[in-house]
């Protein structure tokens, strides 16, 4: 329960500094700051353990962060009850990860400006490896939110995607993700699967599986990193 109230707390002090910046013209406001959101990957469709996965983002958050200047990264869950969240929160808490550069954030990831008055101009998408819209989780409501604009986009860039690695695509300015949120880039993700009815199960080979997921989150904050700069 203290971990969900720690989140309320967190985006109640995120709208007033957003509301903040708004209100000033300072070139270094908050909301300048190039911001990544993103979901936990692999871990609900793709059944991945909630325990390894939050280790696995933590650390390298720590390493990426330790590199990079002025980014924010911000991991988004649909509810105030989120498993993953509350792990990860106490985790990052734990190693002292700097909570201006690192937070947790509840919301829908297609609504991050207009719901929850968060500006994030990168989200990244729990994607399937043919990179196509529907299955279901943030890769539905992703796509579904950006229309047809980011399949097209997507297109472009390429056709598939291999476990732990990432492809970025620019969301054409028409996009409604673009106009109402802010949105100027969607990275598409895809991690390790454990799940028996999706392809290229691990079995449970956590050994695999888990250099999949620590590659796939270095190859997103990379590919953040190279937008943002
Ligand atoms: N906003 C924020 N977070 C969300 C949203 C949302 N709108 N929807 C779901 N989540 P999942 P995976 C969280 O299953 O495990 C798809 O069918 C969710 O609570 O979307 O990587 C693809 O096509 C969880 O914490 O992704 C793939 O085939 C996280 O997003 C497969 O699922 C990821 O859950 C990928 O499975």
């Given at each position: 329960k203290s971990d969900s109230c720690a989140m309320e707390i967190e985006n109640k002090n995120e709208d007033k500094k957003e509301k903040v910046d708004q209100s000033t013209s300072h070139s270094t406001s908050l909301s300048d700051v190039p911001t990544l959101a993103f979901?936990?990957?692999?871990?609900?469709?793709?059944?991945?353990?909630?325990?390894?996965?939050?280790?696995?983002?933590?650390e390298t958050i720590a390493e990426f962060l330790q590199k990079a200047k002025n980014v924010r990264l911000v991991l988004v869950d649909l509810s105030h009850k989120s498993n993953i969240l509350a792990l990860v929160w106490d985790k990052a808490a734990k190693k002292s990860i700097?909570?201006?550069?690192?937070?947790?954030?509840?919301?829908?990831?297609?609504?991050l400006y207009s719901k929850?008055?968060?500006?994030?101009?990168?989200?990244?998408?729990?994607?399937?490896?043919?990179?196509?819209?529907?299955?279901?989780?943030?890769?539905?409501?992703?796509?579904?939110?950006?229309?047809?604009?980011?399949?097209?986009?997507?297109?472009?860039?390429?056709?598939?995607?291999?476990?732990?690695s990432s492809i970025a695509v620019p969301l054409p300015p028409s996009s409604p993700l673009y106009q109402r949120e802010g949105v100027t880039h969607v990275i598409h993700v895809l991690g390790?699967?454990?799940?028996?009815?999706?392809?290229?199960?691990?079995?449970?080979?956590?050994?695999?599986?888990?250099?999949?997921?620590?590659?796939?989150?270095?190859?997103?904050?990379e590919n953040f990193a190279s937008i943002a700069h």
């Open positions: 979901p936990s990957i692999s871990t609900s469709d793709f059944q991945f353990d909630h325990g390894k996965a939050s280790d696995i983002i933590v700097d909570s201006s550069k690192f937070f947790t954030f509840v919301g829908d990831i297609t609504q929850g008055g968060l500006r994030c101009n990168v989200i990244a998408n729990a994607a399937n490896w043919r990179l196509k819209p529907g299955g279901g989780g943030v890769n539905a409501a992703i796509f579904s939110a950006a229309g047809e604009a980011l399949e097209v986009a997507t297109k472009e860039r390429a056709e598939s995607l291999s476990p732990g390790p699967n454990m799940n028996p009815q999706r392809p290229n199960c691990l079995k449970n080979d956590y050994v695999k599986g888990s250099k999949i997921l620590r590659d796939a989150y270095m190859s997103l904050f």
